[in-house]
């Protein structure tokens, strides 16, 4: 499950659960007794006691989903390390039997040191690629962290607005009830109160909901950055390989930018 699709479900769940107030409450009858207002208040009291269950059960869950979402995330970059890991070294392999069926191809010394020169400029072109790409991984990996921190705690913060302000209509409404208000006015009151807490909540998470732009720019920047580092090394390769023809006459190098990553 994304992280798009945990929220909603949490907050769904959170939304129905503060229904649970005025649903136990509105039931009541409008009368101004002394005995049906304790009742009312009593009534308040044990549905907040409801709402702050099943809203710490609601985070609770969203917790392991988080967890969850993490522990996704992180095997699928040691799954992306390792596989790349295993395909350099193959590569590595490939480099070094090509390597050598080109130090056979030198005859004189300073053929053989063209070579030598050959080899070393593409090993450097390698080594300089494959760190530009690491840092850009680096970079991209770190970007969406920042992004899904950033984002948990705005989340975070936007829940904890929302059970402060449920808890305050909860404790106003009980000591309106207390001090003789006429319980139909707090009913409304607590009503209205849920309702723009309610509101809120959506509103504050709706204009939280903007990872997706940050990560495809995140991915944008890891593209160039990675593009960037395979047209460095073919220029390397082929002005190498252009000055190891010279020394060897019309023969072509046989090491490729494709063949050696």
Do not use: H
Not at 50 to 64: G, T, V
Not at 125 to 151: E, L
């Amino acid at each position: 499950m994304n992280s798009k699709n945990i929220k909603t479900v949490f907050v769904s769940g959170l939304i129905a659960a503060s229904t649970i107030v005025p649903t136990a409450v509105l039931a009541q009858s409008p009368s101004t007794s002394t005995s049906t207002n304790k009742g009312f208040c009593n009534q308040v009291t044990n549905a907040s006691t409801r709402l702050s269950q099943n809203i710490a059960d609601r985070e609770s869950k969203l917790n392991a989903k988080r967890i969850e979402r993490t522990t996704d995330l992180t095997n699928k970059k040691n799954q992306q390390t390792d596989r790349l890991a295993a395909d350099r070294a193959k590569w590595d392999t490939n480099r070094k039997e090509q390597f050598t069926k080109l130090d056979a191809r030198g005859k004189s010394d300073a053929q053989k040191q063209a070579i030598a020169a050959f080899e070393q400029a593409v090993t450097n072109a390698i080594a300089a690629r494959r760190a530009a790409v690491d840092a850009a991984n680096k970079d991209y990996r770190a970007g969406v962290d920042a992004a899904i921190a950033s984002r948990k705690s705005a989340v975070d913060s936007a829940i904890a607005t929302f059970q402060s302000s449920v808890n305050a209509a909860v404790s106003k409404a009980q000591s309106d009830c207390a001090s003789g208000t006429d319980p139909k006015t707090v009913r409304q009151t607590l009503q209205d109160s849920l309702k723009a807490a309610r509101d809120k909540l959506q509103s504050d998470l709706k204009a939280i909901d903007k990872t997706g732009a940050t990560i495809q720019t995140l991915q944008a920047t890891r593209k160039a950055a990675v593009d960037k580092a395979f047209a460095d090394f073919k220029a390397a390769v082929e002005a190498a390989r252009t000055t190891l023809k010279a020394a060897l006459g019309s023969t072509t190098a046989s090491a490729s930018p494709s063949a050696t990553k």
